[in-house]
């Protein structure tokens, strides 16, 4: 098996108001745009973000475990700057994402935000100076 990852798919409840803050919010763009089913974006390369809609999801791949709290894994999308990751934080909060955490800076040596988008998924803003920060950039 080849080291990669082709699609992420998320179950959305609701893929009109998903759509809006993908497609209208962020101004991404769909590649494939099924009414009521599914959207598809392309996010890197070789990378589909998929937006499927939470029945259907479950029709296909079984039912989603529910409990409180949010869902064990972040999206992350890394910039070249800090400028850039406050300027994609208000971009995002202006399409009406959840302003999880403001940027700060971490630790390790970046620094880093955090928004949700309808459906509560956490995506990380941000700016990594090391080694394997400059390989995902484009």
Known sequence: MDQRISFLTLAVRDLDASRRFYLDGLGWAADLDVEGDVVMIMVGEHVVLSLWDRGHFEAEVGPIAMSSGIAPFTIAHNVATRDEVDAVL????????DPVHDAVERGWGGYTGYFADPDGYRWEIAHNPGPIGEKVLP
């Open 90 to 97: 208000a971009t995002a909060r202006a399409a009406g994402a």
